[in-house]
């Protein structure tokens, strides 16, 4: 003999809800794996280093090419003309071409202007050439 219990359809009715309990199980599982892992990343190791008397190297003051916004050229805070930034650069970095020049431009100088000056820079000799720019703040 059987009964019915329901007392109504016989079909199933869909259930529209997501099951979270195994992602949070994984979570968990995650987490742990994490909290064990993370100290065991880190290189803790007690060290005596000795004591040195080396002196300190001296750097050399950055050299600085700047193209203005009205397309003229200054080394370091001097102005300077086209025609002698080969020697002028020869004399600022004492005939060491491999000392880097830094170049900076103004943002409304076009870029077919800065590329020139590189080609400049490249006919003198000078083939170590940092753009610089001014890093933008990070706004949260």
């Not at 892992?37 to 290189?43: K, S």
């Not at 916004?69 to 930034?85: E, F, K, Q």
């Not at 943002?107 to 083939?127: I, N």
Request: aromatic residues 4%.
């Amino acid at each position: 003999m059987s009964v019915r219990l329901d007392h109504g359809e016989d079909t199933l009715n869909e259930v529209h809800e997501i099951n979270v309990t195994p992602f949070i199980d994984v979570m968990l599982v995650l987490l742990i794996i994490f909290m064990v892992a993370a100290p065991l990343a880190t290189v803790d190791i007690q060290v005596n280093l000795p004591k040195l008397d080396a002196t300190q190297q001296q750097r050399d003051k950055p050299i600085y090419l700047t193209v203005k916004a009205d397309h003229t050229l200054a080394l370091g805070n001097d102005p300077i003309s086209r025609d002698a930034l080969g020697g002028a650069l020869d004399t600022a970095t004492n005939g060491d071409k491999d000392k880097p020049i830094y170049l900076r431009g103004d943002k409304s100088v076009p870029y077919g202007d800065m590329v020139e000056v590189m080609d400049l820079l490249r006919k003198a000799g000078h083939l170590k050439i940092g753009l610089v720019g001014l890093e933008k703040a990070s706004t949260p």
